[in-house]
Every structure is written in structure tokens, then in C-alpha cells.
């Protein structure tokens, strides 16, 4: 066994001479625990959360995105949408059409967005699952529907259990505003209401899904689209599959996918987990005050020790590697008790839900806390130990062992 650990681990374990040191050593494992065991749970939380809001955000939202660089609309006539469809890895393209609106039900109005899709958007998404009230239709026999996100049918006090249920709906004229009478600034129409949805907030908060053809007729938009969605067969490179539509579309238009379309989403939720995973850090490093203490007191109370291994032959350099050694063991055992308790408990949640969201059911998205153990976030939590503790250990046993030398040339 290497001399230096032996040492350190006889220093860790043994008895000393005063009770109080070896109180303080096991504070300090304890405390680096408590940190490592913060931070691996905190993480695994928000990587939970993030995982919910972007299975939410899949739910509605296609693999890729296709949009005008400029402009904002799509000639359906020109646009190669044959040669996309010929790829083997699309499993389905949907023309949308949005626009702002002004929806009215009775006395009641709030402005959203007029989104219309084209045939087989349904099947292609998981709107079946996300239907809270009424029934999935968009069209039939002729007739169209709207399917209402929950905020929207919130706002406007709407029951879609009620057959005469109609959707007033506004959109603004294409033309010059400016030569138009108000009454001719809107085209308005009305349609029939089929159910509710709900998936994100934001989404269910604005928006309201109806049938293509009806909404490009609203809107003026017959023969165009304002966005293609194009959905990936599973087990797709998204990223590849991105490139070959690239090269199909050429550079007049932009390709996005999930993350893209909601990037500031992403980037938020990702600046939060970092912003704790700094504040977290940073109570780390004051746990690592208690090492800084513990190691101090040891250094001295071995003082007797230290002239012992110097006459045995042991150099400055040796007595600077075994309290490094003994300060990097204190972290390390803490930080692997606190990685190990905080690995069962995020894995207990993953697996048997023991953390209940508060509130009646139903009252959220989901029943109980999201938590995804990610072993990246694992590694580093544990490095994120081993530099605390490393950096504390080496500034304690350069100022310590200083110290003794200056005492003893001065006795």
C-alpha cells in the first residue's frame, strides 16, 4: 500500500488526541455529503422538469419546421413537397396557416392565434392524448371544428358539450390597411367547437386548431401556407434528416427543429439549472470550511508526528502529499455518501413516485415530482467535489505546515 495513504487513512480513522477533531472530521464529511447530495438531487429535478415540458412541447410540435427566410408566407405551388414526402425517413408533412385573432363567444372575447392544418395532422400528432373535454374532430362530413387550447376556453367561459356552440373568429385583411373602413380591416366567420385541449401554457393560453382549407379561406391565404411541418419516422437522425431537407429547399427557407422553435424556452430552463448548480456550488465550497478546520486542527495535533517521519527521513514534500492525500479523503468520502444517497432517493422517485404534487387531482400536468438522474450531471457533481475539496486541502496544508515551520525555527 502506498506509504502516504496508509498514513492518511490511519489519520482518518484513528482516534486522536482530542475528542473535538475527530467531531469536526466527521462534520466535515458530513457537510460535503449534504452538498453533493443537494446538487445531484437539485439537477435531476430540473433535468425532470425539462424532460415534462419538452414531451409536452413533442406533443403538438413537429420534428422540423420549415419557414420562409423572408417574408412570411409559402407558394404551395413551387415548393418541392413531393420530394420531401419521397424521403425514407418522413413520416408526414401538414400545411399550416397562422395568424393572430380575435376570438368571441357571447359577451366574451380574447385575442389568441388562428392556427389551420391541413389533413393527417392528427394522426401524426398526439392530440388524441392531450383532449381534456369533447372529442378529437376537426372536419367531418363537410363540417368544420375547432379544437380550443384550455386557456382560450377558459377566457371565454366555453362548454364544448353545447351544440350550438359557435366561435366567433376575426383575422385581419391582407391589403393596405390604411385605404380600409373598420368593418373592412377584419374578415370574420364562425365555426363549430368539437373539444379542449391541453398541453403547455403558453400554447393552450392563445391558440386554437382548426381545418386548413377553412382558416386559409379566412385569412387569404388559399394556395399558400405560413409554416410546413414535416414529422421524422421514429428512430430518424433528426439531424441528418434536417440536412437532406436542406439541400431539397435550398436557402430561401429556414429548418427548425424542436429546439429551435422553442429556444428561448430551452435556453431558460438550461440558465436556471446552471444559476442553482452555482448557488449550490457555492454552499459547497462554505462546507468545505469545516475541512479547511478539520484539517487544520489535525495538522497540529500531529505536530509530534510530523518531527517523528521528518527524523524517519520523510521530507517537506511528503508531509505536503499525505495531508493533501487526508484532506482529498475527507471530500471524497463525502461526496461519495452524499452521491449515493442522492442517486436511491432521485432513482426511488423516478421508479415509485414517493413525492406527491400537492392539490386535487388532476390539478396538475403531472401527479408527482419530475426527476431524471442524468450520470454526466453524476460525474460532474463528484469532479465539482474532488476541485473544492482538492483546492481547500492544498491552501490549508501549505498555510499549516508553514506555520509549524515558522513555529518551530522560532522555538
Known amino acids: 500500500m502506498n506509504t502516504t495513504f496508509f498514513f492518511a487513512k490511519r489519520y482518518l480513522l484513528a482516534r486522536k488526541s482530542h475528542n473535538l477533531i475527530n467531531i469536526i472530521t466527521w462534520i466535515s464529511v458530513l457537510g460535503v455529503g449534504v452538498g453533493a447530495f443537494a446538487l445531484i438531487v437539485v439537477l435531476s429535478v430540473f433535468n425532470g422538469f425539462e424532460k415534462v415540458i419538452s414531451t409536452m412541447i413533442s406533443q403538438l410540435s413537429a420534428d422540423l419546421v420549415i419557414e420562409p427566410a423572408s417574408g412570411k408566407t409559402i407558394q404551395l405551388n413551387t415548393f418541392p413537397m413531393e420530394q420531401i414526402l419521397a424521403l425514407d425517413a418522413t413520416r408526414g408533412v401538414v400545411k399550416i396557416v397562422e395568424e393572430d385573432a380575435l376570438f368571441r363567444y357571447g359577451s366574451r372575447q380574447h385575442v389568441g392565434v388562428l392556427r389551420g392544418v391541413s389533413e393527417g395532422y392528427e394522426a401524426l400528432t398526439a392530440m388524441d392524448s392531450i383532449t381534456i373535454q369533447g372529442s378529437l374532430l376537426l372536419e367531418y362530413s363537410g363540417q368544420h371544428y375547432a379544437m380550443l387550447g384550455s386557456g382560450v376556453a377558459w377566457y371565454l367561459d366555453i362548454n364544448p358539450r353545447n351544440p350550438a356552440a359557435l366561435l366567433q373568429v376575426l383575422v385581419p385583411s391582407r391589403g393596405n390597411p390604411s385605404v380600409m373602413q373598420f368593418e373592412q380591416a377584419f374578415n370574420q366567420d364562425a365555426i363549430s367547437i368539437s373539444g379542449i385541449y391541453s398541453s403547455q401554457q403558453e400554447m393552450d393560453a392563445t391558440h386554437v386548431i382548426v381545418p386548413y382549407g377553412w382558416a386559409a379561406s379566412l385569412m387569404e391565404y388559399e394556395g399558400m401556407a ?186
Open 226 to 411: 405560413t409554416s410546413i411541418d414535416v414529422f421524422a419516422k421514429n428512430k430518424t437522425s433528426i439531424k441528418e434528416f434536417k440536412v437532406e431537407i436542406k439541400q431539397i429547399i435550398g436557402s430561401g427557407f429556414l429548418v427548425k427543429d424542436q429546439f429551435e422553435q422553442q429556444e428561448t424556452l430551452y435556453h431558460i430552463m438550461r440558465s436556471e439549472k446552471w444559476a442553482i448548480y452555482i448557488i449550490l456550488t457555492f454552499i459547497l465550497i462554505m462546507a468545505t470550511f469545516n475541512v479547511i478546520g478539520s484539517l487544520s486542527m489535525l495538522i497540529v495535533d500531529k505536530r509530534k508526528d510530523i518531527n517523528i517521519l521528518k527524523y524517519l527521513g520523510a521530507d517537506q514534500v511528503f508531509l505536503k502529499r499525505l495531508f493533501l492525500a487526508e484532506g482529498l479523503m475527507i471530500s471524497v468520502l463525502g461526496g461519495v455518501i452524499g452521491l449515493l444517497a442522492g442517486i436511491i432517493l432521485v432513482l426511488a422517485q423516478e421508479h415509485f413516485g414517493l413525492l406527491k404534487l400537492g392539490g386535487e387531482l388532476g390539478a396538475f400536468v403531472i401527479d408527482v415530482y419530475p426527476v431524471q438522474l442524468v450520470w454526466q450531471d453524476v460525474m460532474m457533481v463528484f469532479l465539482t467535489v474532488m476541485v473544492v475539496g482538492g483546492l481547500s486541502a492544498v491552501f490549508t496544508v501549505y498555510k499549516a505546515l508553514k506555520r509549524i515551520k515558522t513555529l518551530r525555527l522560532m522555538e
